[in-house]
């Protein structure tokens, strides 16, 4: 495994697949996305020291570490190529000639990557890794000879270089680190894939975020609730099954996302499979705003792409324990390593048993919801089939059993309710009457295939995937304290994904060439059986609607490209075509039971196909304001694609669009010590998706426009040798304009003008900030602790902004603390999520029939323990 070397850390936490240029990138591809690992670098610039540089007599991989130091440069290079090294001590004027002492009758030698980054390899050997060929690395000149000065700091810079001074208060860096001379450290800088190519995340003009697997492990984050306190403008929420990502104010709507989700470079066409596929992660990158050019349809808000951790050269794992509150037992495991010269594979398994629901079910004698167990499978096979071609399969499954769904009452009209007047509801946090039976039952499997081929100019990319979703939950959805009517449903998904990109460097111009295609088939039957008589009816009604076809043909045709105008100034441009085309076929019926269902009538036998086609366009323009600064302006169109509402029989709605204008600003400041990212925005959000009441009846269409006003803030800073921190700030004003609705719930208000009213889940302030402290532990080892405090502003969860549509403000903190033996091979985690036992809702429904509001409760305190061994 090819490791960066950073002064006073220890060799297992810097762990990372590494390159500059999209040669060298392609030959570490060893899993099935291609391009997706995880590539980080420090960035220390040094000017050159006339003095003599001198290293002691010491071990190879001690004095690599003191050089770095002592000349600011970066080493990558795989941590067992120097163990068992020593070296007698090097003494000289230029890094290049105390590197040349240091590795004399090692067997090594050097080359460099970029001005500031050095790599070491063996010498006469063109394999390092697999796939990795060092005969595609271009051998750079050294810092010296290119006269790498740094330019001066524009006003603005050191105006923005103060400001951070200033919060900072003197100190130098942040990121995971260990207890070392602050003055030396420097902040991590990712490199991340977001753009289908491999770019330094502080060289993307866009808003994004990304949190590696170390600092994953560091904040407890496993899922997309957790996520969400630690990304700006970022909201999640779930309500029977169905999960919700907002990001700036835009969300998804009937079954189809807002936000995109991608794991390892597959589209995942429902966000219920979001919580099976978090496992052994690499990393996770989280753009904000549309993204209508690489990604397309349902990108309206953004993509989370999920980076899973891939085969490796050398054999490399581990076993991890938990316990924690509920009687949540989990097990992890992971095993890495080779199969002869070109071949190697991952495996890793995850398993969580929670014996106890936090979710209080007052029905006697029946089990508490939010309790069951979900089991996590990936294997991972790459293959290097030749000097330029390699192959990378992976073949996952996921299972999830136990009543893991629920809502609860938040309001209730007994008028409107009139036939369950007779039994009694709970509006008290994590309680609810769930009468038998509840279980949820979901299974999720994967066949990916990545194919990737090294080309003069770059490289081309196949990824095919398949993938196979089946969801079935049965549930007391009336929450009554007598038994009223059952909800069994049954939902299948399969879902067909090409994809290829042919990314390429001409001349000054970077670009991407892609074609995608998908082939989407959904079918759902789900059932309202009552229990007794209703409406008239002799029998117990079953009201059912059963789409029986729901089939998507998706296509698109995209290039995205980045064309170097100067040294310092680049314009970025991009379009895409998609067409969409739905076929369609759903029943809407009334049956009773007597005993067997007989079927009365139908509301609803609709046959339908619909097809619509979009461009999107993106333009925009970057500009260095020196080495580490830079300032961009970006114009970007979203597309959503349209659907049918399959509880109606009406016609299909349109999508949903948004133009987008954002101004940004990325630094890395006091010698890459610091890194700040600052953003505004502005949406044109048009033709919006929304359930509308229209003559009495409810109906799907698009409503109305909205727009979204926004600022966001990111800095990453230390305090002092061995505290850092961390800040993320959003501001939102994301409005409708001309919307009119009715509220079933208060029919007496007539059709309502909702201009000026907030869009649902997008708090005005969003705010998460995190402390870090890192340092040897007096037992023996290091430590590492964390508290990390989220806040939300008031969140409305309905269009109509009503005090009870709404979830006040609230904030949360999650503390960690991390304990890690001295070889590394021992971990001990603590934790306490949601310390202060906030009661928050993540979601709020509101319907006509009951008259009711229905809340999902976000998980109350938990605190528990992991123990990993590693080997």
């Avoid at 090294?85 to 080359?111: D, I, R, S």
Wanted: charged share 20%; with cysteine; net charge negative.
């Amino acid at each position: 495994m090819t490791i960066l070397l950073l002064p006073n850390k220890s060799v297992r936490n810097t762990l990372k697949f590494t390159g500059p240029d999209i040669p060298h990138i392609q030959s570490y591809l060893l899993v099935r996305l291609a391009a997706i690992f995880s590539i980080w670098f420090m960035v220390s610039f040094a000017d050159a020291d006339q003095n003599p540089i001198v290293l002691k007599p010491q071990s190879v991989t001690e004095a690599l570490t003191e050089f770095a130091k002592k000349t600011g440069l970066q080493l990558v290079y795989p941590s067992e190529l120097t163990e068992g090294l020593n070296t007698t001590g090097a003494k000289g004027n230029t890094p290049e000639a105390v590197l040349e002492q240091l590795l004399e009758g090692t067997g090594l030698t050097y080359e460099y990557l970029n001005p500031s980054t050095v790599t070491l390899i063996k010498k006469n050997n063109d394999a390092g890794v697999i796939g990795v060929h060092n005969k595609n690395i271009e051998k750079r000149k050294s810092p010296l000879d290119e006269e790498n000065k740094r330019r001066p700091a524009s006003f603005f810079s050191r105006m923005v270089a103060a400001l951070a001074a200033g919060l900072i208060g003197g100190g130098t860096s942040t990121g995971t680190h260990a207890a070392g001379d602050a003055g030396d450290r420097v902040i991590e800088e990712i490199v991340v894939t977001a753009t289908k190519r491999s770019q330094s995340i502080l060289d993307v003009a866009a808003s994004i975020s990304a949190l590696s697997s170390e600092e994953l492990g560091q904040r407890g984050i496993k899922n997309m609730y957790d996520l969400q306190f630690a990304v700006p403008s970022m909201h999640f929420g779930e309500m029977l099954g169905e999960q919700n990502i907002t990001i700036r104010g835009v969300s998804g709507f009937n079954r189809q996302p807002g936000v995109s989700l991608s794991v390892d470079g597959i589209y995942q066409s429902r966000m219920n499979t979001a919580r099976l596929n978090q496992l052994d992660l690499e990393r996770i990158e989280v753009l904000r705003g549309p993204q209508g050019t690489l990604y397309g349809r349902n990108s309206n808000g953004g993509v989370v792409n999920i980076v899973t951790a891939g085969p490796t050269e050398e054999v490399e794992g581990y076993v991890r324990l938990g316990y924690a509150e509920f009687q949540e037992a989990s097990f992890q495991a992971v095993y890495s390593g080779p199969i002869g010269d070109n071949v190697a594979f991952r495996i890793a398994v995850d398993h969580t048993d929670r014996g106890e629901g936090w979710i209080n079910n007052l029905v006697p004698g029946e089990d508490d919801l939010l309790q069951g167990d979900m089991t996590n499978v990936r294997g991972k096979l790459s293959v290097a089939l030749s000097d330029s071609v390699t192959a990378d399969l992976v073949i996952a499954r996921s299972e999830m059993d136990g009543p893991m769904d629920h809502f609860s009452w938040l309001t209730l009209d007994r008028d409107l309710a009139a036939f369950m007047a007779d039994g009694v509801v709970s509006f008290e946090p994590h309680e609810s009457y769930a009468h038998p039976f509840n279980e949820s039952e979901r299974e999720y499997a994967l066949y990916g295939l990545t194919l990737t081929w090294d080309l003069p100019f770059g490289y081309l990319k196949s990824i095919s995937a398949t993938q196979k979703f089946d969801d079935y939950f049965d549930m007391d959805r009336a929450n009554y304290s007598i038994p009223v009517f059952r909800t069994p449903q049954s939902e299948e998904t399969e879902t067909f994904t090409q994809e290829f990109n042919l990314v390429g460097e001409t001349g000054n111009l970077d670009w991407v060439l892609g074609v995608f295609y998908m082939e989407d088939e959904w079918k759902n039957d789900n059932q309202f059986a009552f229990l007794e008589p209703q409406f008239g009816f002799p029998a117990p009604p079953i009201i059912d609607f059963q789409v029986t076809k729901y089939e998507t043909v998706s296509a698109a045709v995209f290039f995205d490209a980045s064309w170097n105008v100067t040294d310092r100034t680049r314009i970025n441009f991009g379009a895409r075509h998609t067409q969409d085309e739905i076929d369609e076929q759903h029943t809407n019926a009334f049956f009773i039971a007597v005993p067997d269902p007989v079927l009365l009538f139908k509301t609803c036998d609709q046959t339908v196909e619909e097809d619509w086609s979009e461009t999107t366009l993106k333009a925009g323009v970057q500009h260095d304001l020196n080495e580490n600064t830079q300032v961009y302006f970006t114009y970007a169109e979203g597309y959503k694609a349209g659907g049918f509402a399959t509880n109606e029989c009406g016609p299909a709605y349109d999508p949903e669009t948004i133009d987008s204008i954002e101004l940004g600003y990325k630094a890395s400041l006091f010698n890459a010590k610091a890194q700040l990212a600052a953003a505004a925005f502005y949406y044109d959000y048009t033709d919006f998706q929304v359930v509308q009441v229209v003559e009495l009846a409810s109906i799907t269409r698009n409503a109305g426009d909205a727009e979204v006003w926004g600022f966001e803030l990111e800095l990453d800073a230390s305090i002092s040798e061995s505290w850092s921190w961390n800040l993320g700030l959003t501001l939102l004003d994301a409005t409708y304009q001309d919307f009119v609705n009715f509220d079933p719930k208060y029919p007496e208000l007539g059709f309502q003008q909702l201009k000026g009213n907030r869009l649902n889940s997008s708090p005005e302030t969003s705010l998460n900030l995190g402390l870090h402290y890192a340092n040897a532990a007096p037992w023996g080892g290091s430590i590492a602790v964390r508290a990390d405090l989220a806040y939300r502003s008031r969140t409305y969860y309905r269009e109509f902004n009503e005090r009870e549509d709404s979830q006040g403000a609230y904030t949360v903190i999650n503390l960690n603390a991390l304990w890690r033996s001295s070889d590394e091979y021992w971990e001990a985690r603590l934790y306490v999520n949601n310390a202060t036992d906030e009661e928050y809702l993540t979601f709020i429904l509101g319907t006509g029939a009951d008259g009711g509001r229905h809340g999902t409760w976000a998980m109350p305190r938990q605190a528990g323990f992991e123990v990993t061994r590693r080997f």
